[in-house]
Nanobody
Framework: QVQLVESGGGLVQPGGSLRLSCVASGSIFSINVMGWYRQAPGKQRELVATITLGGRTNYAYSVKGRFTISRDNAKKTVYLQMNSLKPEDTARYYC???????????????WGQGTQVTVSS
């Protein structure tokens, strides 16, 4: 199985920055896509950003130009640098990876427990 541990959330003022990290561990053979999703109270979980093994990135329109996703394959870690934060970015942020575990014939999706980001003055 795959375990994901997120960190870096917290309370920040509008216009501020935060950097989220997510470390994957377990019996991992390979990690394809890594990404971040978020869910605000009363809303559905939505994609924030993803990055492929080759480094191709995809962003939600609402965060383009403000957030940057990156990954360190050797450390099995994905990052989300969030700048110019807005109150509407307030949500619980979840790490997601699409990975193949040792001996598994196919890849599967794995989720972290989430880290809270609150943007408020």
């Amino acid at each position: 199985q795959v375990q994901l541990v997120e960190s870096g959330g917290g309370l920040v003022q509008p216009g501020g920055s935060l950097r989220l990290s997510c470390v994957a561990s377990g019996s991992i053979f390979s990690i394809n896509v890594m990404g971040w999703y978020r869910q605000a109270p009363g809303k559905q979980r939505e994609l924030v950003a993803t990055i492929t093994l080759g480094g191709r990135t995809n962003y939600a329109y609402s965060v383009k130009g403000r957030f940057t996703i990156s990954r360190d394959n050797a450390k099995k870690t994905v990052y989300l640098q969030m700048n110019s934060l807005k109150p509407e970015d307030t949500a619980r942020y979840y790490c997601n990876v699409r990975a193949t575990t040792m001996g598994a014939p196919y890849e599967d999706d794995y989720w972290g427990q989430g880290t809270q980001v609150t943007v408020s003055s």
